[in-house]
């Protein structure tokens, strides 16, 4: 009897650690990875999306409970390819960037959803104020990294609608002109070091 309690207790012991450890940290892939939107302009669309980013994004679907996601995006570096449009878009009209550099968002939980796909619930800072927002997301296990030697990458890829009325950016007085909603995406190559200042580019390291 004692040599069997004895025996259980050892093996949860060596299972401990892997159970209790803490889940890994992962750097975003600055030149494969992107913060964007579409958004409708009377009869079409128009793309932009945010250069300057950094990120947190510790993540193991074994250990929910311990993840948790982080992002500061730089509103000033908002660009849709028209000089004068991005101007317009970083002004009081739109996300006023120079009172408000950064948009952020913050976890509070992730927990999962199904087919590999999760939600992390948490908080947005979006010009200056505070607001529930909820980030379904699909995620790619990690892998082998085809291009980088004794490196893993992982993939977290994340769509939602959001109204920007709700957040504050713009008004109503443009909507014959720029639509009240916009899709927003988050796709993210996340690896399990940092890479080289060789494929930084412009985008901050996460």
Do not use: C
């Not at 976890?107 to 980030?135: D, F, V």
């Not at 709700?166 to 443009?174: A, P, R, S, T, W």
Request: glycine fraction near 6%.
């Amino acid at each position: 009897m004692f040599r069997s309690m004895l025996a259980t207790v050892v093996a949860l012991s060596l299972s401990a650690p892997a159970a209790w450890a803490a889940p890994q940290s992962w750097k975003i892939d600055p030149a494969h990875s992107s913060f964007y939107f579409s958004i409708d302009h009377i009869f079409s669309k128009v793309r932009g999306s945010f250069g300057e980013y950094t990120g947190e994004v510790v993540f193991d679907p074994a250990n929910l409970a311990a993840s948790k996601l982080h992002f500061v995006v730089q509103t000033a570096s908002i660009g849709t390819g028209i000089d004068q449009r991005d101007e317009h878009l970083k002004s009081a009209d739109f996300f006023e960037a120079g009172k408000y550099p950064t948009m952020e968002f913050t976890s509070a939980s992730i927990s999962s959803l199904k087919n590999g796909t999760y939600e992390a619930k948490g908080e947005a800072l979006i010009k200056g104020k505070k607001y529930p927002l909820s980030i379904p997301f699909a995620y790619f296990a990690p892998k082998a990294h085809p291009m980088m030697e004794d490196t893993r990458v992982m993939g977290l890829n994340a769509e939602l609608p959001m109204d920007r009325l709700v957040y504050g950016i713009g008004d109503e007085k443009m909507l014959a002109m720029v639509g009240q909603k916009a899709d927003v995406f988050i796709t993210l190559e996340l690896l399990d070091k940092l890479i080289p200042v060789l494929h930084q580019s412009s985008v901050k390291k996460g």
